[in-house]
C-alpha cells in the first residue's frame, strides 16, 4: 500500500492517489497522469475505486480505462451515469471553474466504457485487494462512498473526512456546489467511526494515524463553515478561511497547496445552496 503525489498543477501535497493490493482508489485528474504513470511504472491495476466523480479524485478514469481495457471501475450508483458519460458533469464544472480553465485544470475526461463500471450502492464487500467494505456516503457530495481495506483497516474516505495538509493540522471540511447535505454528512462521519478504523486515507493528504480525531475535527469544520455561510456572505467566509489557512500553514508552499485542494472561494456556495433549499423544503412543509 502506498500513497502517491501526482503532483497536481506541480504542486506536491495536493491531490494523493492510493495504489492498494491490485486497485487504485482515486486516480486524480487526467492532467496529473503522467505524474501516476511513472510512479506506477509496469503495475497495472485491477481496478479503480472512485469515492465519487469530481474531476480532481476522479477525472482520470476515463483516460486509464482506454489505457487498460481490461480495467474495471466502481463508483457509486448515483455517479456511474456521469463516468460512462461526463458531458453534464463537465458542464457542471464548467459553471465552477470557468471554460477557460477546464483544459489546464482537469485535461481530456474521457467516458468509461459501460460494462466496465461496476455501480455500488454501500454495503457491498469486494473481492478485491484481500477484501474491501463499501459505504454510501454523502454530505459532501450525493454519490460519495467509503472504501474500507479489511487487511489494514485503513479506510479510504475521498472527500468526506476532509482537507488536511501535512504538516500542518488545519482540517477544512470542503463544502463545493451544486450537492452539499450536512446533516448527511455528519451521518456519514458517524458511519466511518463504527467501522473503527486503524487509519484513514485522505485524497487530500494522505495517510492520518488517528481517525477519531480527524473525524471530528471534520465535523467541527462543518459545523463553523455552515454556521458561517448562513450569517455572513462569501466574501466574509473566503477571507476567514484564507486567514484561517495562513495563521495555520506552515510556509507558503502548504498555503499554496490547501488553497489548490480545497479552494476557498467555493465553499459559500456549496453552503449557500444548502442552506437555501433547506429553507424552501420547509417552507413547502409549513404551506401543506
Known amino acids: ?9 506541480g504542486i506536491e501535497r495536493v491531490i494523493c492517489s492510493w495504489q492498494v493490493g491490485d486497485v487504485l482508489v482515486d486516480p486524480g485528474p487526467a492532467s496529473s497522469l503522467p505524474t501516476l504513470l511513472d510512479a506506477l511504472g509496469d503495475w497495472r491495476p485491477r481496478a479503480l475505486l472512485l469515492t465519487h466523480i469530481h474531476l480532481d479524485h476522479a477525472g482520470g478514469a476515463g483516460l486509464l480505462a482506454r489505457r487498460w481495457p481490461e480495467l474495471e471501475v466502481y463508483v457509486h450508483e448515483r455517479g456511474a451515469p456521469h463516468v460512462i458519460d461526463p458531458s453534464k458533469l463537465l458542464a457542471s464544472a464548467g459553471r465552477l471553474y ?18 466496465r463500471v461496476h455501480a455500488l450502492s454501500g454495503g457491498e464487500t469486494l473481492p478485491l485487494a484481500g ?10 457530495a450525493s454519490h460519495h462512498v467509503a472504501y474500507l481495506h479489511e487487511e489494514s483497516g485503513r479506510a479510504f ?21 451544486p450537492d452539499v447535505d450536512v446533516e448527511a454528512w455528519e451521518r456519514s462521519l458517524d458511519l466511518i467511526a463504527e467501522w473503527r478504523p486503524t487509519a ?10 488517528d ?22 456572505n462569501a466574501d466574509v ?7 484561517a489557512i495562513e495563521r495555520e500553514a506552515d510556509g507558503p508552499a502548504t498555503v499554496q497547496a490547501y488553497e489548490a485542494a480545497v479552494p476557498p472561494s467555493h465553499l459559500y456556495m456549496g ?7 433547506r429553507a424552501e423544503r420547509e417552507a413547502a412543509a409549513e404551506s401543506r
Open 98 to 115: 470557468g471554460e477557460d480553465n477546464m483544459k489546464r485544470l482537469w485535461g481530456e475526461i474521457a467516458p468509461v466504457p459501460a460494462e
Open 1 to 9: 500500500m502506498r500513497a502517491i503525489d501526482v503532483h497536481f498543477l
Open 131 to 140: 477484501g474491501v467494505r463499501v459505504a454510501y456516503t454523502p454530505g459532501h
Open 237 to 243: 467566509m473566503e477571507n476567514a478561511v484564507r486567514g
Open 271 to 277: 453552503l449557500e445552496r444548502y442552506w437555501r433549499k
Open 157 to 177: 474516505v475521498g472527500d468526506v473526512a476532509g482537507v488536511r495538509i501535512p504538516p500542518s493540522d488545519l482540517v477544512i471540511a470542503p463544502t463545493p456546489p
Open 200 to 209: 484513514l486515507g485522505l485524497t487530500h493528504f494522505g495517510g492520518i494515524d
Open 211 to 232: 481517525p477519531g480525531a480527524q473525524l471530528e475535527a471534520t465535523r467541527t469544520s462543518l459545523r463553523d463553515l455552515a454556521g458561517l455561510a448562513r450569517g455572513s
